[in-house]
């Protein structure tokens, strides 16, 4: 099975960066193929960039106007690299890590036909769609 991982949020070392590279070890230790895109591409692992944190963090000190706009251009920029990944690989599932990759990947999901899931910490919604 092809399996996505994808998660729009700040490249910082702690625990989901934890728990993504945990559950992609596991889905490739079960046979699986498995991918994570981030604001970096697509890679096997969630990618670190603790340089990057520190700068972000004092740019976007005290300027919300500054944070909201690079929030929307890194859900272009991961929408960017989830398409185009998910066009080469037709994945079977999309873990989708937070909200925004949700966003990102529901106009695929009407498109094509592969389970989404979206993992929040401390639970899982799965997102069944059925026409009435």
């Known amino acids: 099975m092809k399996i996505c991982i994808c998660i729009n949020g700040r490249p910082h070392e702690g625990g989901m960066t934890t728990i993504i590279n945990n559950i992609s070890d596991s889905f490739r230790e079960l046979g699986h193929e498995t991918d994570v895109i981030s604001i970096f591409g697509r890679s096997q692992y969630r990618i670190v960039q603790p340089k990057l944190t520190k700068k972000t ?15 929307w251009l ?3 920029i991961i929408g960017y690299h ?14 989708a890590a937070d909200y925004s990759s949700v966003n990102i990947a ?6 094509f ?11 899982v919604v799965d997102f069944k769609f059925q026409k009435k």
Do not use: E, M, N
């Open 82 to 95: 989830f398409y185009l990944s998910f066009l080469k690989r037709r994945y079977d599932l999309v873990i």
């Open 113 to 123: 036909d592969f389970k989404l899931i979206h993992y929040a910490s401390g639970g």
């Open 106 to 111: 529901w106009p695929l999901k009407k498109l």
């Open 57 to 71: 963090d004092q740019a976007l000190s005290g300027r919300p106007g500054l944070t909201l706009l690079l929030y």
């Open 74 to 76: 890194s859900k272009i």
